[in-house]
Every structure is written in C-alpha cells, then in structure tokens.
C-alpha cells in the first residue's frame, strides 16, 4: 500500500473568489495560477462540519470541460491530506450535475458507506478550453447545492486563507478506467479512490421513475423519429446509454454525443441560438432543406442540466415545458402516479405554471433564481415539479434540474398521448400537445433577452434606475403610454425578495419586476452565471386568455412590451448595446 504525507503550504487570498448561484465560474487562466484552485477547495473544506470531512466519502466529477482532470488530482490530493476516507471518481471525470446528485443521494459503497457532498466541476453552458470557462461548486449529503449559509463561509474564508493542506506525494490515479478501489495510507489512515462507471447510478433510478417499455414502443413506432444533440457536453454518454442501448433508438439519432474538453468548439448552451445543427435538423433553422425533420428533438448544456425540447418545426418554451409536464405527469410518468406534493418556478419564469397549479390545486412556490431555493421545498416534501426559464427543469427525484429526466418526460407524455396509435395514421404530436395545453390553460407569449459582457457599473446604474422609477407608477404609466399606448397600465411594481417557507431565510435583491393589468409582466435581473463583466437579463411575458389569440407569432405578439422594456430601461443608453447578445 502506498503511503503518503501531508503538507501545510503557506498561501495567500484571492480576490473574487465568491461562488455565485452555481458556484465559483472564471477562466481556465484563472484557475490555472499557482494555488487559486486549492485555496478555494480548502475554504470549502474549512466551512464544512468536521464530519463531513474528516472519514467522509466526496464525490469528485464533473463536465469533462478543459482543466477538469488536473483539478480532480488536485482535488483529491487535497482530500486525503484533509481527513477524508474516500474519493469517488467518474471514469474519465465525467459526471453529470443531475447524476452527481443521484450518486450523493443512491450510491451506496460495499461496506454500506454513502456520499456527504461532492465537488461538481463545471461551468454550465459556458463555453470550455484553455482559454474559455472552468467552474466549482460544492453540493451538499441531501445532493443539492450548498446553500447560502455555507457558500457566504466559503467565501468569508477565502478572504482570510493563509495555508492549505495537500498529500503532494499520492500519486495520481488513473480515472480513464473503472478498476477495483485504489487504496493508500497517510497519518490519518487509509485513503481509497474508487472510479466508477458514470451511468449507471443514475440510469438506476430512471428506471424507477419512467415506464421504459413504453417509450421503447413510442421510439420503435415507424412514424416517430428522434434527434437528441448533447453538443458535445457530457450528456452525450447518458444519451447513448439510455436512448439507444436502453430504449432502441438509432444511433443515428445522436448529435454531438461524444463528450470533448471544449465542446468541439461551440457553446454548450441549448437554445435557438447556439444548438445550431439540432435547430437546423428540426426545420426551424433559416437554411431550407428537403428533408422531412424529425418528429422531437432536444438538447442539452455541457453539464446535462439543462434542457431544450422541439417538435417538429416547432420550439417549446421552457416555462411552457414545466407547465406542461406538471400537467400531465400524474397520468403519463409512474413516479407521480400518487399526485403531486407542489410545483414551483423561478420568479422570472413564465406564469404559465401558476395557471396550472390553480386549475389543480396543486400548491404554488415561487422562489428565486437558483436550485437550491427548490431543495428546500423538496426536502420539507412540499415540491415535486419544478422548473426555470433558464432551460432547467426536474423534480424531486434528485436536488439539482436535470436535462435527461425533461426529455424522458417529454417523451412519456408522447407516449402515453399515443399508447393507442402506434399504429395510427398520425400520431399526437408535440406541437399538438402544445397547442392543446394553450386551449385549455391559455398562452403566455414569452421571450428573453441577454445582454452579456456588459460595464458592470452601467449595468448596476440601470437597475437602480429601474428600482428609482417604481416609486411613481403614475409616472411610470405615463411614460408606457407615450412608447406604446396599446400597452396595458403596470398595477404592481417591486424589487423581488424571497421568505424561505421552510428555514426562513430571506433572499433579497432577486430581480426587479413591473406586473401589468392584463397579467402580463417585465422582469429585468443581472446573472450570476457569467465569468466576466455583468449580464443583464430581460424577461417579457404577455398573457393571452383569447382562444382565438393563442395562435399569433409571439414576436408580433411580444412587440409592444419589448419596445416598453428596452426604452423604460434605457437599455441602450447606459449599455451601448443596440441589440441583445442571445434572444431565447
């Protein structure tokens, strides 16, 4: 057995090193400077209770993304010299955020030891290689992220950080292949690392949520075709497990499925604007095509949280996707069979779900931009459903949204919609299902739009002068009519801020929000997610209860409140931008 020793090296703060709502996100460059990465890890380690360290299992993994397999030997180097007893590894690092959660929450270990955290490598859907995004957060034993309690100590601690502990003489291990556990020995004891194949786990529990046979028969149907583009994100070997070994689909059915270090070069962002090939195969590209695109199409971010869902020439929103699986989940999806405990969204995710939690009695949260806020409610057993504009949507089968679990519950839906017409000349489809739900709920036209890399001091004087001008509404209504007299009076303006119903923490600042008459509503927030500079984020929703009105494009229908948005923010005046950066 090899023996190792720990080392006390001496450092010295960084500045910045705040996890923001998914952790610390800056450059490879960055995180590549001596002693940045392990001053941040040992923070962490230093804000935990000492039992979730010292003799505790972690689990380290994550995107794949550039960097990723140099910070898992750090990581784990600096787990041994700190206590820990054991590291689990996915092979080749690769662990996506939804199975990291899964494996925190269902992986038992052979002497019955479970997961208390883990250290998730990733930055999302922010681009990957040595010159682009790397990130790290920590999620915590009930497989969620650490919540703001823990994350503002990591932080107060990387302020103060004089010295971190490393094992420089454990030898790296090789994560490229599943082998019996690698064992070693330091002051403190034994040490293993044990790497594991990362589908398994959370294939697992897929089973025991969705009924595979009968989307096995949906995908075998002649007249159902399928497309699902990973963008070379991790996603990619979840989705050759899953959709062609487990449920039949054609190889040829998957787009950039191989997982690459900078994401073959794109954004692993799943929109209409960076999932290019997946939109042009859907027909919903600008360049024509003759032939005929599949029946459902979807992608996922580098990370496989997040999810994007098409039919058939035809783009599902993501606050309609939530709305639409809640609806229809207890009769299409056997793990909600019982009913539903509660939905919930994201403040500046559409309202389409609160129309949907009425028509059900369902209970209704909604809560701030980020996971965590979900967990709460989950683990209190008051959630069950839940979903962000942001292409995130899940349940409470994990702590974290989950990109595979949206399109199994798409594809469940389709499935059940069509159980009696396999066969048929023509099956349901998911623009039929779309529509439909409209028929009954009504449509709420929405749109995004970012403004990404801006001066953050222009982007902070903006939003203070959107807070400023809420104290007149009056005034404010005066001003919407001089841009667009067709427009609706704002009843209810207000800075957004969050009681937690379960702990009772309040989160403030959340987002800045103009509530309309006609139930329609403007919601502007600066993002977190970004590694320079400031985001800003515009969110435009227009209500339309009118059956005979469901049926407009929504950028006609969207015009008037975008044109109000971007002149009452002064958009282009204190950013320079005379355009968004994305539009989703």
Known sequence: M??????????????????????????????????????????????????????????????????????????????????VRRVWVGQNSLLSTPAVSAVIRERVAADGSKATGAFILTASHNPGGP????????????????????????????????EYLIA??????????????????GPEGPFDVDVFDSTTDYIKLMKTIFDFESIKKLLASPKFTFCYDALHGVAGIYAKRIFVEELGANES?????????DFGGGHPDPNLTYAKELVDRMGLGKSTSNVEPPEFGAAADGDADRNMVLGKRFFVTPSDSVAIIAANAVQSIPYFASGLKGVARSMPTSTALDVVAKNLNLKFFEVPTGWKFFGNLMDAGMCSICGE????????????????????????????????????????TVEDIVRQHWGTYGRHYYTRYDYENVDAGAAKE???????????????????????????????????????????SVSKHQGIRYLFGDGSRLVFRLSGTGSVGATIRVYIEQYEKDSSKIGRDSQDALAPLVDVALKLSKMQEYTGRSAPTVIT
């Open 2 to 83: 090899v023996l190792f020793t720990v080392t006390k090296k001496a450092t010295t703060p960084f500045d910045g090193q705040k996890p923001g709502t998914s952790g610390l996100r800056k450059k490879v460059t960055v995180f590549q400077q001596p002693d940045y990465l392990q001053n941040f890890v040992q923070s962490t380690f230093n804000a935990l209770p000492a039992d979730k360290v010292k003799g505790a299992t972690i689990v380290v993994s994550g995107d794949g993304r550039y960097f990723s397999k140099d910070a898992v030997q750090i990581i784990t180097k600096m787990a041994a010299a700190n206590g």
């Open 131 to 162: 010159t682009e995004d790397f990130g790290i957060k920590y999620n915590m034993e009930n497989g969620g992220p650490a919540p703001e309690s823990v994350t503002d100590k990591i932080f107060s601690n990387t302020k103060t950080i004089t």
């Open 253 to 261: 059915s998957l787009l950039n499925c191989v997982p690459k270090e």
């Open 389 to 428: 504009e942001s292409f995130g949507t899940g349940s409470d089968h994990i702590r974290e949204k989950d990109g595979i679990w949206a399109v199994l519950a798409w594809l469940s839906i389709l499935a059940f919609k069509n159980k009696d017409n396999l066969g048929g000349d023509k099956l349901v």
């Open 462 to 504: 903006l939003m203070a002068n959107l807070v400023n001008m809420q104290s007149s509404l009056s005034d404010v209504n005066k001003l919407i009519k001089e841009i667009r007299p067709d427009v609706s009076d704002v009843v209810a303006a207000d800075e957004f801020e969050y009681k937690d119903p379960v702990d009772g």
């Open 168 to 185: 420089e003489d454990l030898p790296d291990v090789d994560i490229s292949l599943i082998i019996d556990v690698t064992s070693f020995s």
